[in-house]
């Protein structure tokens, strides 16, 4: 594999401007989504305890044993706030037995805010901010564009609503980027990368138990593309037993038993005791919803991967980048397959399709052999102003509201432009800690990303093509 020289400024600021656009806007902490998670890695850190009993009356999302209240979700992601919550209690001497649980209680509220983006900060964004730089590698290795790498990493981390749930406690960003990570890591191979693969692929089960199944089929590639190479295997194998022992882990801290998950205890909601935790079988009305429809369609709130298909379809064309292409297409099949097949396929307060959201990375590996295969000239120009116009949606939507109410048919139209952005009613790092109105908070992200960003394309224009690398 051909080593590129001349990219580490171009690496360096996609990290730089992914992970600080993900971690400069915020989503509301106590949604209840948000709040459960971060009530259980506030209990373990600061009680040595897996209930949430003091904060049950807060969330709706809980699950019950007993006389005691719990998180109902993976543990992923609470496991992943833990060290957020600790340093953020180390450096404030702050603790949450110091406020009243309650709304009303403004210092409990800042307490919660504080934490929740430090959290967001240090885990979903961080991950989605590392897997944009390894998509633009792997891109760049099966097109040998470094435009292209740029274009389908731009648009999975911010022509999607990946970036508004980088803001949040929520794992489906945090799972799309695993899923980047592992793909990357089969398609490089070599004992060293597949150990990445598989280490990554058991923690997003760990984060979201049905990532088991779109996960499987980058787990069957590996086995597949690697079969002949059993040092190579075996810590892929190994690693991904290491991914999900903190599941079993944590199960035991909780409930004295690794066997047991909060999903088996959750109330409120009825329809998870239908089929396998509300998993049944996939609706063709349900798909219709999650790709067009307009209060969830995808369509809407991430327009440039209606041409994902394309450059998935041109990259299976060739031989030596086929099973990459099968086994991308294949993880976003099945992403929207489970969605489709979910009681709550809607995910009630969301914006867009957010159980589908595990689909956007390896989806937007399929825009970088389009715009490869594209002329300068309109064309290219239209898909930049196609990607332009993604990330301004999602700039608004990460900016104001990622948890859009379901009674909006126009979600986005109506939730996010009308209903807050128009009236500036955003979250910002300048406007929540600084004293800033919300809309200076916003202006200077602009002064920051758009300058960044320029320089990245303008890098991306000055560097001559390379050869494209064999897999």
């Known amino acids: 594999m051909t080593r590129w020289q001349g990219l580490g400024g171009i690496r360096a600021g996609l990290f730089l ?15 209840p989504n948000n709040a459960t998670r971060l009530f259980a890695a506030i209990r373990m850190v600061e009680d040595g305890s897996a209930t949430i009993d003091p904060f049950a009356p807060l969330t709706i999302d809980k699950a019950q044993f007993g006389d005691h209240a719990y998180l109902d979700k993976a543990p992923g992601m609470t496991l992943m706030a833990v060290p957020a919550v600790a340093l953020t209690d180390a450096v404030t001497g702050d603790r949450a037995d110091r406020y009243q649980p309650s709304v009303f209680d403004l210092g409990f509220v800042d307490y919660l805010k504080l934490r929740t983006r430090v959290a967001a900060a240090t885990g979903s964004a961080l991950l989605t901010a590392i897997a944009a730089v390894m998509l633009f ?84 590639w590996a086995l597949w593309r690697h079969r002949t190479d059993r040092r190579a295997i075996w810590p892929f194998l190994a690693a ?56 969830r369609g995808l369509v809407w709130v991430a327009p440039i991967l209606i041409l994902a298909p ?23 099949l099945i992403a929207l397959l489970v969605n489709a097949a979910y009681v709550y396929w809607d995910g009630g307060n969301a914006t867009g399709p957010r159980h589908a959201m595990p689909l956007t990375g390896v989806a937007a590996l399929g825009l970088a052999p389009l715009w490869a295969s594209l002329h300068w000239g309109w064309q290219r120009a239209a898909l930049a102003l196609l990607l ?21 048919r126009w979600a986005w139209w109506q939730a996010v432009i009308q209903l807050r952005f128009r009236h500036g009613d955003l979250r910002t790092i300048p406007s929540e800690w600084w004293g800033w109105t919300t809309w200076a908070g916003l202006y200077l992200w602009v002064a920051v990303a758009i300058p960044l960003a320029l320089w ?16």
């Open 17 to 31: 401007l992914v992970w600080v656009s993900c971690a400069w806007f915020g989503s509301w902490e106590l949604n």
């Open 137 to 220: 590698d792997l891109a760049l290795i099966v097109t040998g564009g470094v435009g292209a790498g740029l274009f389908a990493a731009l648009a999975y981390a911010l022509g999607t609503p990946i970036w508004g749930y980088s803001t949040t406690l929520l794992g489906h960003a945090s799972v799309a980027a695993l899923f980047v990570i592992a793909l990357v890591g089969v398609a490089r191979g070599g004992g060293r990368w597949l150990a990445v693969a598989g280490l990554a692929l058991g923690w997003a089960v760990v984060v979201e138990y049905q990532a088991v199944l779109a996960g499987s089929v980058i787990g069957f």
């Open 240 to 295: 991904g037993l290491v991914g999900v022992v903190p599941l079993f882990a944590y199960n035991l801290f909780a409930f004295g038993t690794p066997f047991r998950i909060g999903y088996s205890g959750v109330v409120g909601f009825e329809g998870m005791q239908q089929g396998l935790f509300g998993l049944t079988v996939p609706h063709v009305a349900v798909l219709r919803e999650i790709l067009i429809g307009p209060t």
């Open 310 to 332: 394309i450059g998935l379809w041109q990259l299976a064309e060739a031989r030596a980048t086929r099973g990459l292409a099968l086994t991308a297409a294949g993880v976003a």
């Open 388 to 408: 332009a116009g993604s990330v301004a949606i999602n700039l608004t939507i990460a900016a104001a509201e990622i948890f859009a109410p379901p009674e909006y």
């Open 456 to 471: 990245l394309v303008q890098r991306a224009w000055r560097l001559s093509p390379r050869t494209r690398c064999q897999m």
